[in-house]
T-cell receptor, first 109, second 113 residues
Framework: GIQVEQSPPDLILQEGANSTLRCNFS?????LQWFHQNPWGQLINLFY?????KQNGRLSATTVATERYSLLYISSSQTTDSGVYFC???????????WGAGTKLIIKP | EAQVTQNPRYLITVTGKKLTVTCSQN?????MSWYRQDPGLGLRQIYY???????DKGDVPEGYKVSRKEKRNFPLILESPSPNQTSLYFC????????????FGPGTRLTVT
């Protein structure tokens, strides 16, 4: 099955710093998403991005499907950005997502 | 308010005692799904449903049952829980055409002793 690897596993930054999170996947997919799980456990969709680039405020994501990776950029980090960021991939036709293990981000004030 | 609710939020039980975790959504979504989250493993799908009376296995269905008798409800049943089912469980829902835009419940932390 598809393997999803996220890096780095942990990241500690000062408020205001920028960061890049990476997601590598082992096979062709037509569905790739980024999620944020806050420190209280709530999961939120950030991006649906099987290819190309999207931006939402201080967050942006780029997926290069032909090279099987995606990047999540967080600029001017705030303490509220802390939590775990997950990448999940799959095929739209089989209604399943394969999740990476996540990157745990801690933003210090 | 559009939401996915799960009950209970926390549960400690003993091996072999049947339990049900309820999941309900008020968004008229066709798609619903159950996941478990374990440390270092991300989320893994247990079962999903595309509509009433339509369910299918995910990656880790062993030891679990589900039913979808009503569109809004998708209970997760553990007939004989075991300690390896200690985990954090999430229910999610979405529209059929864009099932992947999932709304997640708050999670249920289950401990089986």
């Amino acid at each position: 099955g598809i393997q999803v690897e996220q890096s780095p596993p942990d990241l500690i930054l000062q408020e205001g710093a920028n960061s890049t999170l990476r997601c590598n996947f082992s096979d062709s997919v037509n569905n790739l998403q980024w999620f944020h799980q806050n420190p209280w456990g709530q999961l939120i969709n950030l991006f649906y991005i099987p290819s190309g680039t999207k931006q939402n405020g201080r967050l942006s994501a780029t997926t290069v499907a032909t090279e099987r990776y995606s990047l999540l950029y967080i600029s001017s980090s705030q303490t509220t950005d802390s939590g775990v960021y997950f990448c999940a991939v799959g095929m739209d036709s089989n209604y399943q997502l394969i999740w990476g293990a996540g990157t745990k981000l801690i933003i210090k004030p | 308010e559009a939401q996915v609710t799960q009950n209970p939020r926390y549960l400690i039980t003993v091996t072999g005692k049947k339990l049900t975790v309820t999941c309900s959504q008020n968004m008229n979504h066709e798609y619903m799904s159950w996941y478990r989250q374990d440390p270092g493993l991300g989320l893994r799908q247990i079962y999903y449903s595309m509509n009433v009376e339509v369910t299918d296995k995910g990656d880790v269905p062993e030891g679990y049952k589900v039913s979808r008798k009503e569109k809004r409800n998708f209970p997760l049943i553990l007939e004989s829980p075991s300690p390896n089912q200690t985990s954090l469980y999430f229910c999610a829902s979405g529209n059929a055409g864009v099932w992947y835009e999932q709304y997640f419940g708050p999670g249920t932390r289950l401990t089986v002793t």
